[in-house]
C-alpha cells in the first residue's frame, strides 16, 4: 500500500476515534444531569415549600381561634350564670362579647379561605409528587440506557484506538509526525485534489504538487492549507 493510502486510513481511524470520543463525551454530560428531572424536583419543591406555608398559617388561625374560644367562654358563664348582677357590668361584659365574636368571625373567616387554599396546595402538591416520582423512574431507565451505550462506546474506542497504534506504526516517523502537526492545527490533515483543487480549502493546486501526489513514496501539501493531499 502507498505512504498517501496509509494516511488516508490513518485519518480515517482518526475520525473514528474522534466520533467516539465526542459521543463519549455526550452521554457523560446527559449522565451528569438531566433538565427534566431537575425542572421535577424543582417544581416539587415549589408546591411542597406552598403546602408548608399554608398549613402553618391553618396551625396558626386555629390557635387564634381556640385562644378567641378561651376568652369567650368565662365571659358567658359570667353573663349567664347569675354571679353578675349589676347591670353595667353586665352590659360591659356583653359588649365585651360581642367584640370577641367579632374577632372570632373575622378569623373563621380567614381560616376557610386559608384551608381551600390549602386543599388545593394539598392536590398541586401530591400531583407533584407523582410527576417527580415518574420523573425518577424514567431517569432510572435513561441512566441504565446511557450507561450500556457507553460501555459499547468504550470498547468500540478501545478497538480504534488499538488499530489506531497499528496503522502509526505502518508510517514513516517523520511522515507521521507531518500528519500528526497537520491534524493537531487543521482538525484534519488529509484533503482530495478534486478539478485541479484542494477539497478543504479550494485553492488551486500546482502541476509540480498534482505530479508528487500521484509518487507513492512522498507525500504532496497543499501549498495554502498544508493538508496531505491526494488524488481519487
Ligand atoms: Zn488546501
Do not use: W
Request: with cysteine; hydrophobic share 45%; net charge negative.
Amino acid at each position: 500500500m502507498s505512504l498517501i493510502n496509509d494516511v488516508c486510513t490513518l485519518q480515517e481511524i482518526d475520525d473514528e476515534v474522534a466520533g467516539l470520543e465526542a459521543a463519549i463525551a455526550d452521554i457523560d454530560v446527559r449522565l451528569a444531569h438531566s433538565e427534566t428531572l431537575a425542572a421535577a424536583e424543582a417544581a416539587f419543591a415549589e408546591a411542597d415549600a406552598r403546602y408548608q406555608d399554608l398549613r402553618r398559617a391553618q396551625r396558626a388561625l386555629e390557635a387564634d381561634v381556640a385562644a378567641l374560644d378561651a376568652k369567650i367562654a368565662p365571659e358567658e358563664k359570667r353573663l349567664y350564670d347569675g354571679s353578675v348582677r349589676n347591670p353595667k357590668e353586665l352590659t360591659a361584659i356583653q359588649h365585651e362579647l360581642e367584640l370577641l365574636k367579632a374577632q372570632r368571625s373575622q378569623l373563621e373567616d380567614r381560616l376557610l379561605a386559608v384551608m381551600e387554599e390549602f386543599e388545593a396546595a394539598d392536590a398541586a402538591r401530591r400531583a407533584a409528587e407523582a410527576a417527580l416520582a415518574a420523573a425518577r423512574r424514567e431517569r432510572e431507565q435513561e441512566v441504565a440506557a446511557l450507561e450500556s451505550r457507553r460501555r459499547q462506546l468504550t470498547s468500540s474506542l478501545e478497538a480504534s484506538v488499538a488499530r489506531r497504534s497499528e496503522q502509526a506504526a505502518r508510517i514513516h516517523p517523520a511522515s507521521l509526525r507531518l500528519y500528526d502537526e497537520i491534524r493537531r492545527r487543521r482538525g484534519s490533515a488529509v484533503a482530495r485534489i478534486q478539478g485541479g483543487t484542494c477539497s478543504r480549502c479550494r485553492v488551486a493546486i500546482p502541476e509540480s504538487v498534482r505530479r508528487k501526489a500521484f509518487d507513492p513514496a512522498t507525500l504532496a501539501q497543499c501549498p495554502n492549507c498544508e493538508r496531505i493531499l491526494f488524488i481519487g
